[in-house]
């Protein structure tokens, strides 16, 4: 059974930074494209990062700031989060691009984790 694992979230000051971890278990996804969304209470879920062959993708709140980056022989993708804010706080979900379709549209993903919180203090 496909299995999602995020890991790495908690409580952070302004400025500080968290490194996510996605571990997939029960097979491969080394050849589609992984992503990491977010969603705020109240809010709809947004994209934040993909990773589709050697290249990498952003939401503009997060461009410069955070890296996505995954490691195939570990079978996890990464999230680093520098220079972290406020509006950053949420729960954040790694996604499989099952479809092989747009990378910023969460119905492109079939596969998800369950999530892990990151709360940013101001």
């Known amino acids: 059974q496909v299995q999602l694992v995020e890991s790495g979230g908690g409580l952070v000051q302004a400025g500080g930074s968290l490194r996510l971890s996605c571990a997939i278990s029960g097979r491969s996804f080394s050849g589609y494209a992984m992503g990491w969304f977010r969603q705020a209470p109240g809010k709809e879920r947004e994209f934040v990062a993909a990773?589709?062959?050697?290249?990498?993708y952003y939401a503009d709140s997060v461009n410069g700031r955070f890296t996505i980056s995954r490691d195939n022989a570990k079978n996890t993708v990464y999230l680093q989060m520098n220079s972290l804010k406020y509006e950053d706080t949420a729960v954040y979900y790694c996604?499989?691009?099952?479809?092989?379709?747009?990378?910023?549209?969460?119905?492109?993903?079939?596969?998800w984790g369950q999530g892990t919180q990151v709360t940013v203090s101001s």
């Open positions: 990773i589709r062959g050697g290249g990498t």
């Open positions: 996604a499989v691009n099952t479809y092989n379709s747009r990378l910023d549209y969460d119905a492109s993903y079939g596969i």
